[in-house]
């Protein structure tokens, strides 16, 4: 089945410093979700990328999907406090069996 | 509208006993998947359930068993506990019950296997 890695495992930033994750997957993905988890808490929804090259904005998050659909990247502008957490990829496998990836945390230093 | 609600919050346990598991989903939702969570991992998917149907089953022992409720709230059910079954378990609902959908976590239900 599908699998992907995160890399890094580990991010720590200053506050206002810029932050990106990687997703990499062996096989082509059909589709990928983004998810956040706070410290403590539940992953929330951020995104979901299915077509080719695709890049899609949030405020200051940039998510893209790879050309050949086997990759995936979220970059964080200026992070801030509250973007602290760990971030996951996931793409679906079958019906609605999300696969996430191990994550990558990110904590900042205010 | 409430999100997704799981019971209990937390939960403590010795090997060997058996676990419920309760989670009711977003009104209107009618699909309800469980994920493990262990400690520093990204979860991990047990099972789907659409319409009162598994629709999916994850890598896990035959211990591990769900059900889904004409009311779609589900509950998860987990028999002769090890130490390993200690992890935050997950309920996500989804309107529908196939194609990709963005999936809403609960809180989960923190168990630890004594």
């Known amino acids: 089945g599908q699998q992907v890695m995160q890399i890094p495992q580990y991010q720590h930033v200053q506050e206002g410093e810029d932050f990106t994750t990687y997703c990499n997957s062996s096989t082509t993905l059909s589709n990928i979700q983004w998810y956040k988890q706070r410290p403590g808490g539940h992953p929330v929804f951020l995104i979901q990328l299915v077509k080719s090259g695709e890049v899609k904005k949030q405020k200051r998050l940039t998510f893209q999907f790879g050309e050949a659909k086997k990759n995936s990247s979220l970059h964080i502008t200026a992070t801030q406090t509250t973007d602290v957490g760990t971030y996951f990829c996931a793409p679906f496998q079958g019906a609605q069996k999300l696969v996430f990836g191990q994550g990558t945390r990110l904590t900042i230093n205010p | 509208d409430a999100g997704v609600t799981q019971s209990p919050t937390h939960l403590i346990k010795t090997r060997g006993q058996h676990v419920t598991l309760r989670c009711s989903p977003i009104s209107g939702h009618k699909s309800v998947s469980w994920y493990q969570q262990v400690l520093g991992q990204g979860p991990q998917f047990i099972f789907q359930?659409?319409?009162?149907?598994?629709?999916g089953r994850g890598n896990f022992p035959d211990r591990f068993s769900a059900r889904q409720f004409p009311n779609y709230s589900s509950e998860l059910n987990v028999n002769a506990l090890l130490l390993g079954d200690s992890a935050l378990y997950l309920c996500?609902?989804?309107?529908?019950?196939?194609?990709?959908?963005?999936?809403?976590f609960g809180p989960g239900t923190r168990l630890t296997v004594l």
């Open positions: 996500a609902s989804s309107p529908t019950g196939a194609g990709v959908a963005e999936q809403f």
């Open positions: 359930y659409y319409e009162k149907e598994e629709r």
